[in-house]
C-alpha cells in the first residue's frame, strides 16, 4: 500500500499526536510545561510558528511562550492583549468545532487591535485551500468541569504544506488543545502544591497555614486527588478522597477508605500500577466504578515526607482521560479497518499475518526437539534467523512456526490456510446500477463471510472486490471445505433497494509458511485463485 494513502496518514496524525501529548507530561514547571505546548505543534503538528496565550488573573492574556521563530519569541513575549479583543477574535471568522479560522479576507480589521502579532509575508495564495500569510487559526484552551472557564489561546500560522488544515489536521489540533489545558491546569496544581509542602517542613505555625491552603487545593481540585497509606500493613490503603475523585468512581468517600487502588484497578492493568514508582510515578490504567464499568485514567503519584520521620503518606492525581483513550483507540481502529465494511484493511492483515511469519526458510524440517529448543532460547537464534521484521536477541522466543501442508496428500497437517476471495460479476452490479448498490453488495459480503469462520479467523478486505480470510489449524481439506462453504454463502441473491442481485466468487487457497514474507503468501494465494477461476465455466462465473 503507497505510503501517502489515507489509512498511513491517519496512523502518522495519531503517532504524532500521542508524541506531543506524551511530551507535555514531561515537563517540570509551569514555564516548561508552557514552551512544551508551543514546541510540541511545530515539532509534531506541522506548524511553523506557533504561540501560547494565557489568560492573566486580571482576564486579559499574555503571551507566555512561542516557537517557531527566535525574532518573533522576544519582540513579543510578555506582551498582553486585552480579553475584549481576544473575545472578538474568538467570535469571528468560522467555527472549525472549538477552533476559530479567520480567513484574510475578514483578519484585516484585526491589524490595529491590541493583541500582541507577528507579520508574516509571503505570495497571495494560488489555490483555494492554500494558507495567506494573514490567515489567523486560533485554538481555544479551556478548564476542565462544568465551568469550563477559558484558560488561554494557541495560535498557530504558516502550516509547512502551505494548505489550511484538513479534517484531519483539525482534529489533531482540537484534541492537543485539550490535552494542553491539562497539562496547563496540572502544572498550576502542582506548582501550588510543591510551595504548600516546602513550607509545610519548614516550620510548625507555617504548617498550620499551609494545612489549609492544601486542604482547599486538595477538596477543590477540578480532577480527583487522593491520599494513601504509606508503607506498614495499610500499604496503598487509601486515606482521604477528594469529591472529583468520588464523582468520577461513583462511590462515596467513606467506601472508598475501604479500598486501595489494587483493589480498583481492572486486572489487566495491576502489573501497571505495581511497576509505577511511588515517587514522581505515573500510569495509565483502567479504575472500577460503582456500576461495574471501567474508566480510563492518568495516575500521578508524589510522596508527602516528614523532614523527621521519613515518607509518611502518597498524594495520588488522577485524571480522567477516557475521551483521549476512546480517540487514540477511534484513530487506531480507522487506521487498520476498511470504512465501508468495517474489516481490517491491506495493512492490517499483513500486519496479522507477517505476525505469523518468520525468516528461517527449514521451519518445516523442525523436529519437536528442535521446536521446543528454539522456544526455550536454546536452539536457532545463533545461526542469524530472525522473525519477519524483528531483531531480537532471541528470535524464536515461543514462536509457533507455520508449515504449509502438502496439498498432494492429506496427511492430517494442519497450517495456517489463506484463502484469496474475488467476486464475480461484481463489476457489471457497478456499471448497472451504480456504486450505492455495489458498496451494500461489498458490506453483506462482509458480513456473510464473517459469519460463516470462527472466532479467531480473520477476515480482511485487501480493496475492490477482493477479500481474504485467514484461518489458522486447517488440513488441506478443511481449507477446501471451508472454501466451499464461504462461496454458498455468497451466491445467495443480495437485496438492495427492493432490488435482489447476485455475485459469485472466485477462491485460490494459499498457505502460509516460515520464510516467505506476507506479500508472497498472498501472491500466492492469488495465483491460485486465478487458476481456480479460470477452471470454471462462464455460466458458474454469471452473477448480478
Same mark, same amino acid.
Not at 476512546?326 to 487506531?332: I, P, Q, S, V
Not at 497437517?413 to 451504480?434: E, Q, T
Not at 475492490?464 to 485467514?470: A, R
Not at 481456480?532 to 455460466?539: A, N, T
Given at each position: 500500500?503507497?505510503?501517502?494513502?489515507?489509512?498511513?496518514?491517519?496512523?502518522?496524525?495519531?503517532?504524532?499526536?500521542?508524541?506531543?501529548?506524551?511530551?507535555?507530561?514531561?515537563?517540570?514547571?509551569?514555564?516548561?510545561?508552557?514552551?512544551?505546548?508551543?514546541?510540541?505543534?511545530?515539532?509534531?503538528?506541522?506548524?511553523?510558528?506557533?504561540?501560547?496565550?494565557?489568560?492573566?488573573?486580571?482576564?486579559?492574556?499574555?503571551?507566555?511562550?512561542?516557537?517557531?521563530?527566535?525574532?518573533?519569541?522576544?519582540?513579543?513575549?510578555?506582551?498582553?492583549?486585552?480579553?475584549?479583543?481576544?473575545?472578538?477574535?474568538?467570535?469571528?471568522?468560522?467555527?472549525?468545532?472549538?477552533?476559530?479560522?479567520?480567513?484574510?479576507?475578514?483578519?484585516?480589521?484585526?491589524?490595529?487591535?491590541?493583541?500582541?502579532?507577528?507579520?508574516?509575508?509571503?505570495?497571495?495564495?494560488?489555490?483555494?485551500?492554500?494558507?495567506?500569510?494573514?490567515?489567523?487559526?486560533?485554538?481555544?484552551?479551556?478548564?476542565?468541569?462544568?465551568?469550563?472557564?477559558?484558560?488561554?489561546?494557541?495560535?498557530?500560522?504558516?502550516?509547512?504544506?502551505?494548505?489550511?488544515?484538513?479534517?484531519?489536521?483539525?482534529?489533531?489540533?482540537?484534541?492537543?488543545?485539550?490535552?494542553?489545558?491539562?497539562?496547563?491546569?496540572?502544572?498550576?496544581?502542582?506548582?501550588?502544591?510543591?510551595?504548600?509542602?516546602?513550607?509545610?517542613?519548614?516550620?510548625?505555625?507555617?504548617?498550620?497555614?499551609?494545612?489549609?491552603?492544601?486542604?482547599?487545593?486538595?477538596?477543590?481540585?477540578?480532577?480527583?486527588?487522593?491520599?494513601?497509606?504509606?508503607?506498614?500493613?495499610?500499604?496503598?490503603?487509601?486515606?482521604?478522597?477528594?469529591?472529583?475523585?468520588?464523582?468520577?468512581?461513583?462511590?462515596?468517600?467513606?467506601?472508598?477508605?475501604?479500598?486501595?487502588?489494587?483493589? #480498583?484497578?481492572?486486572?489487566?492493568?495491576?502489573?501497571?500500577?505495581?511497576?509505577?514508582?511511588?515517587?514522581?510515578?505515573?500510569?495509565? #490504567?483502567?479504575?472500577?466504578?460503582?456500576?461495574?464499568?471501567?474508566?480510563?485514567?492518568?495516575?500521578?503519584?508524589?510522596?508527602?515526607?516528614?523532614?523527621?520521620?521519613?515518607?509518611?503518606?502518597?498524594?495520588?492525581?488522577?485524571?480522567?482521560?477516557?475521551?483521549?483513550?476512546?480517540?487514540?483507540?477511534?484513530?487506531?481502529?480507522?487506521?487498520?479497518?476498511?470504512?465501508?465494511?468495517?474489516?481490517?484493511?491491506?495493512?492490517?492483515?499483513?500486519?496479522?499475518?507477517?505476525?505469523?511469519?518468520?525468516?528461517?526458510?527449514?521451519?518445516?524440517?523442525?523436529?519437536?526437539?528442535?521446536?521446543?529448543?528454539?522456544?526455550?532460547?536454546?536452539?536457532?537464534?545463533?545461526?542469524?534467523?530472525?522473525?519477519?521484521?524483528?531483531?531480537?536477541?532471541?528470535?524464536?522466543?515461543?514462536?509457533?512456526?507455520?508449515?504449509?501442508?502438502?496439498?498432494?496428500?492429506?496427511?492430517?497437517?494442519?497450517?495456517?490456510?489463506?484463502?484469496?476471495?474475488?467476486?464475480?460479476?461484481?463489476?457489471?452490479?457497478?456499471?448497472?446500477?451504480?456504486?450505492?448498490?455495489?458498496?451494500?453488495?461489498?458490506?453483506?459480503?462482509?458480513?456473510?463471510?464473517?459469519?460463516?469462520?470462527?472466532?479467531?479467523?480473520?477476515?480482511?478486505?485487501?480493496?475492490?472486490?477482493?477479500?481474504?480470510?485467514?484461518?489458522?489449524? #486447517?488440513?488441506?481439506?478443511?481449507?477446501?471445505?471451508?472454501?466451499?462453504?464461504?462461496?454458498?454463502?455468497?451466491?445467495?441473491?443480495?437485496?438492495?433497494?427492493?432490488?435482489?442481485?447476485?455475485?459469485?466468487?472466485?477462491?485460490?487457497?494459499?498457505?502460509?509458511?516460515?520464510?516467505?514474507?506476507?506479500?508472497?503468501?498472498?501472491?500466492?494465494?492469488?495465483?491460485?485463485?486465478?487458476?481456480?477461476?479460470?477452471?470454471?465455466?462462464?455460466?458458474?462465473?454469471?452473477?448480478?
Amino acid at each position: 500500500m503507497d505510503a501517502e494513502s489515507e489509512p498511513y496518514v491517519r496512523l502518522a496524525t495519531m503517532r504524532k499526536l500521542h508524541q506531543a501529548v506524551a511530551d507535555l507530561n514531561t515537563a517540570r514547571s509551569l514555564a516548561d510545561t508552557l514552551q512544551t505546548v508551543a514546541d510540541g505543534i511545530v515539532a509534531n503538528l506541522g506548524y511553523e510558528l506557533a504561540c501560547v496565550n494565557i489568560v492573566r488573573p486580571d482576564g486579559d492574556l499574555v503571551v507566555a511562550a512561542l516557537a517557531g521563530n527566535h525574532a518573533a519569541e522576544a519582540l513579543i513575549t510578555g506582551r498582553v492583549g486585552s480579553r475584549d479583543s481576544w473575545e472578538r477574535r474568538l467570535a469571528m471568522g468560522e467555527a472549525w468545532n472549538e477552533l476559530r479560522f479567520i480567513p484574510h479576507t475578514e483578519g484585516w480589521v484585526l491589524l490595529d487591535d491590541d493583541v500582541p502579532q507577528w507579520y508574516t509575508e509571503g505570495p497571495e495564495p494560488r489555490f483555494e485551500d492554500e494558507w495567506h500569510p494573514q490567515d489567523r487559526l486560533y485554538a481555544p484552551m479551556y478548564a476542565s468541569g462544568c465551568d469550563a472557564d477559558l484558560l488561554g489561546v494557541i495560535s498557530v500560522d504558516r502550516p509547512r504544506n502551505g494548505r489550511r488544515p484538513g479534517a484531519w489536521g483539525r482534529e489533531a489540533l482540537q484534541m492537543y488543545a485539550s490535552q494542553s489545558a491539562i497539562a496547563i491546569s496540572n502544572a498550576s496544581l502542582r506548582a501550588n502544591m510543591q510551595r504548600a509542602l516546602v513550607r509545610l517542613e519548614r516550620e510548625q505555625q507555617a504548617l498550620r497555614a499551609s494545612e489549609e491552603s492544601f486542604r482547599q487545593a486538595f477538596e477543590y481540585a477540578p480532577s480527583g486527588m487522593a491520599i494513601a497509606e504509606l508503607g506498614g500493613d495499610q500499604q496503598g490503603r487509601l486515606l482521604r478522597t477528594n469529591d472529583a475523585l468520588c464523582r468520577l468512581l461513583g462511590r462515596p468517600a467513606s467506601v472508598l477508605r475501604r479500598y486501595s487502588f489494587a483493589d #480498583l484497578v481492572h486486572p489487566e492493568d495491576i502489573g501497571t500500577l505495581l511497576r509505577t514508582s511511588a515517587e514522581g510515578g505515573r500510569a495509565e #490504567l483502567r479504575l472500577g466504578r460503582r456500576d461495574g464499568s471501567y474508566l480510563w485514567v492518568s495516575l500521578r503519584n508524589s510522596v508527602v515526607a516528614d523532614a523527621a520521620d521519613g515518607p509518611r503518606f502518597l498524594l495520588t492525581h488522577v485524571e480522567d482521560i477516557e475521551e483521549r483513550k476512546r480517540h487514540e483507540l477511534n484513530l487506531a481502529h480507522r487506521a487498520s479497518h476498511d470504512a465501508l465494511t468495517g474489516l481490517p484493511n491491506s495493512a492490517e492483515l499483513r500486519t496479522r499475518l507477517g505476525a505469523r511469519l518468520c525468516a528461517r526458510p527449514d521451519a518445516a524440517a523442525t523436529t519437536d526437539v528442535e521446536a521446543l529448543d528454539a522456544a526455550y532460547g536454546d536452539g536457532d537464534e545463533l545461526r542469524g534467523y530472525a522473525p519477519v521484521g524483528g531483531s531480537g536477541a532471541h528470535p524464536f522466543d515461543h514462536h509457533v512456526h507455520a508449515v504449509a501442508p502438502d496439498t498432494a496428500r492429506d496427511d492430517g497437517a494442519k497450517g495456517l490456510a489463506v484463502l484469496f476471495c474475488d467476486l464475480d460479476g461484481f463489476k457489471s452490479i457497478n456499471d448497472r446500477f451504480g456504486h450505492h448498490t455495489g458498496d451494500a453488495v461489498l458490506i453483506e459480503v462482509a458480513r456473510r463471510l464473517t459469519t460463516c469462520v470462527r472466532d479467531g479467523d480473520t477476515v480482511a478486505r485487501l480493496g475492490g472486490d477482493e477479500f481474504v480470510v485467514l484461518a489458522d489449524g #486447517l488440513g488441506a481439506a478443511d481449507a477446501a471445505d471451508l472454501a466451499v462453504r464461504l462461496r454458498n454463502a455468497i451466491i445467495p441473491p443480495i437485496r438492495v433497494d427492493g432490488r435482489a442481485v447476485r455475485v459469485g466468487a472466485s477462491f485460490g487457497i494459499g498457505w502460509a509458511a516460515c520464510g516467505m514474507t506476507a506479500e508472497e503468501v498472498l501472491r500466492s494465494a492469488d495465483q491460485r485463485m486465478y487458476i481456480e477461476k479460470r477452471s470454471r465455466s462462464k455460466v458458474h462465473r454469471r452473477a448480478g
